[in-house]
């Protein structure tokens, strides 16, 4: 039987699960570079050609699959990938390592991961795999898609709505003469709100732009 897997969205992102949204929260809210579903990667099962967009690529290049199933689709998908592009470095946080493969199982999905060399977690990303150094970039393994990375476009995001929002106020208080002074208050004090937001978000972004040239330097 089919189940409807529910959408979340985070701070202008939706993610494809609850598991997933959370995950990610913890990356936002500790303000760490990451992307969400921004490659396209291509790999062929036999007789066809597919390709595969990965949950969340850290700044280091690693990449996370946010798994609440390992189901037997997604475990014959992620065995091609690892036979025909074994450079690229995809791990697993898993939400519950100790699930069984399927009814009857006598196998976990840590077991089956650890079996076919693939690095996991239990429901957050671990810190030391946030700081691992970066790899060397293999050359065309991936596509890479046109969406760009979470802090982008949650600044461009939330100074938008701001700016839409004091507009929208600004416009019906002029229509009510009796609050005009009031209005252009409100306006000014918005607007102010506005830019300050708007700065605040951009040194948050320049200084995780930062810290991954560093970590890119290093």
Not at 156 to 178: E, N
């Amino acid at each position: 039987m089919f189940t409807r897997v529910k959408k979340k969205k985070v701070k202008g992102i939706t993610f494809r699960s609850m598991f997933e949204s959370e995950v990610c929260k913890k990356l936002m809210d500790n303000k760490i570079f990451f992307e969400y579903e921004t490659l396209t990667i291509p790999f062929s099962v036999p007789e066809s050609y597919h390709t595969y967009v990965p949950d969340v690529v850290l700044g280091n290049g690693i990449i996370i699959e946010i798994k609440g199933q390992l189901t037997l689709a997604n475990r014959d998908k992620h065995l091609y990938i690892q036979r025909q592009l074994p450079k690229l470095d995809i791990r697993f946080v898993l939400q519950n390592s100790k699930s069984k493969l399927y009814k009857g199982s006598k196998t976990t999905y840590a077991q089956w991961l650890d079996k076919h060399n693939f690095l996991w977690a239990d429901k957050v990303i671990p810190q030391e795999w946030i700081d691992e150094r970066p790899k060397e970039e293999p050359d065309r393994l991936f596509i890479k898609r046109k969406s760009k990375p979470y802090k982008y476009r949650s600044l461009k995001l939330q100074a938008k709505r701001i700016w839409s929002f004091s507009k929208m106020l600004f416009d019906g208080l002029l229509k009510l003469p009796g609050l005009l002074l009031l209005g252009l208050l409100m306006s000014v004090i918005l607007l102010t709100l506005t830019i300050v937001k708007f700065v605040t978000l951009l040194v948050d972004s320049s200084v995780s732009l930062k810290k991954l040239i560093l970590i890119e330097k290093g």
